[in-house]
């Protein structure tokens, strides 16, 4: 049987790896909208500004689907346990 979510371990991979994949689907919506943001052409950007700002976006990502988007990264851990291993959570 599985355990309450509530009380999962970071250290399940199964668990990471959902927060990983919340994590990346919540990135690429912080870069769209990130990129909807008209930019001036008085500042010209620089390769390394870009970098600096997707990684910054991606670790923004990271911590929101760990803590703010716990419920959906809880939810898409219920739904593969239940097919991968077959079990439900109490």
């Keep these: ?11 399940d991979k199964l668990w ?15 870069k769209k909208m990130y990129e909807s ?6 500042f010209r ?5 870009n970098w600096f700002m997707n990684m910054t976006l991606y670790e923004y990502s990271r911590q929101a689907a760990r803590h703010e988007l716990s419920s ?10 239940k097919k991968a291993y077959g079990k439900t959570s109490t």
Excluded: Q
């Design 1 to 11: 049987m599985i355990h309450a979510v509530s009380s999962i371990k970071s250290s």
């Design 16 to 30: 990471n790896a959902c927060a990983d994949f919340t994590a990346t689907i919540f990135y690429d919506v912080l």
């Design 37 to 42: 943001i008209p930019k001036s052409n008085l």
């Design 45 to 49: 950007r620089t390769l390394a500004e």
């Design 72 to 81: 959906l990264t809880n939810m898409i851990y219920e739904a593969l346990a």
